[in-house]
């Protein structure tokens, strides 16, 4: 007999054992206490009557065993009712373990109870551990996919090396700078696959920093302007008061720096650079302008995709490897935002971020009158 079969009976032989005890346990508390009543009764009638008819005990245990009978059966099926989300459970851990992609989810009584939180929990669970290993294979496929290039490259170097290296110095010495090259950009290529993915599993609800997104904007700002002396830097700053957002404050900055080394690139004629901060009641909005090249419809619909380049020759000159775009989506995202562009060819690019804003609850000090 297979393995997989004995466990499947171990399994079924324990659910029947746990569903039938349970209602046997109960139902026979029951029958005992309801034979021990009927005995009480029979004996106090007894004593008052003196001599009970033989038909009369007869029907009093009958009526014993009816009751035992239908406790049982009362008992029976409010265990199975009681037991059913501990069934929704195994099966989703079931489904789970033949496929840790399984879309099968325990369903929730909608009861405010201990189950309905292990349901809950359990759900959430498996969505967070399918999150990490989506992204653990869309890893695997960007590395395979973007490394294949360099190594080919680094390879191709190699083997002139072995060749014709030790006799012509000047291939010698193209040889190693061109995969000193290469080396650096699968380096930098990597790192940025990493904090993609990093930033793609961000638990929101654990984030207990406060960022205030004033000074921030104003300190990334001020570094560029020094920088690139080159470009013209300007900023309209409409904040009425301090902005706060809950957002980590390395991943605030992160996304702003990428915007602004974005709009850096692709300006090559006006080299001008616009910031621009504002608040709405619920939300601050975070804008960032460039003069550049600018972009067709076409590709702003794209540009936020893992990998995506407008022109990967351009691209690859300037040193992008379509991963900065994505992780900044990906970070505003993940701390409930959005991020949208405007662009329009030979105009340049406006990209606009929106956070919520955190407010800390007031609470009444008053003392009463």
Known sequence: MMAKEIKTIEKTSRRFSLSWQLSLGMASGFFIIFAGFAIVVAELVKNYYGK????????????????????????????????????????????????PMTNIRANNTNSNNEFSDLINLLNRMIDRIQSLIAAQQQFVSDVSHELRTPVTIVKGHMDLLNRWGKDEPEVLEDSIKSSLAEMQRMEILINEMLNLTRAEQIPIENVQEVTEIGGLVHRVFDNFKLIHPDFVFTFDDDLIQAANVKVRQDHMEQIIIILADNA??????????????????????????????????????????????????????????????????????????????????????????????????????????
């Open 52 to 99: 009970l008819p033989e038909s009369l005990y007869q029907y009093l245990w009958l009526g014993v065993i009816l009751g035992g009978v239908v406790v049982f059966l009362f008992t029976f099926v409010l265990t199975r009712y009681i037991l059913r989300p501990v069934k929704y459970i195994k099966t989703t851990i079931e489904a789970f373990e033949d496929d």
């Open 264 to 369: 850096i690139k692709y300006s090559v004629a006006r080299k001008e650079i616009h910031f621009a901060l504002s608040q709405t009641t619920n939300r601050v909005e975070i804008g960032i302008q460039d003069f550049g090249e600018g972009l067709s419809s076409e590709d702003a619909a794209r540009v936020f995709d893992r990998f995506y380049r407008v022109d990967k020759a351009r691209s690859r000159a300037k040193g992008g490897n379509g991963l900065g775009l994505s992780i900044a989506q990906r970070l505003v995202d993940a701390y409930g935002g959005e991020i949208a562009i405007e662009s329009a060819l030979g105009s340049g690019s406006v990209f606009t971020i929106r956070l919520p804003l955190y407010r800390e609850k007031a609470y009444d000090t008053k003392l009463p009158n």
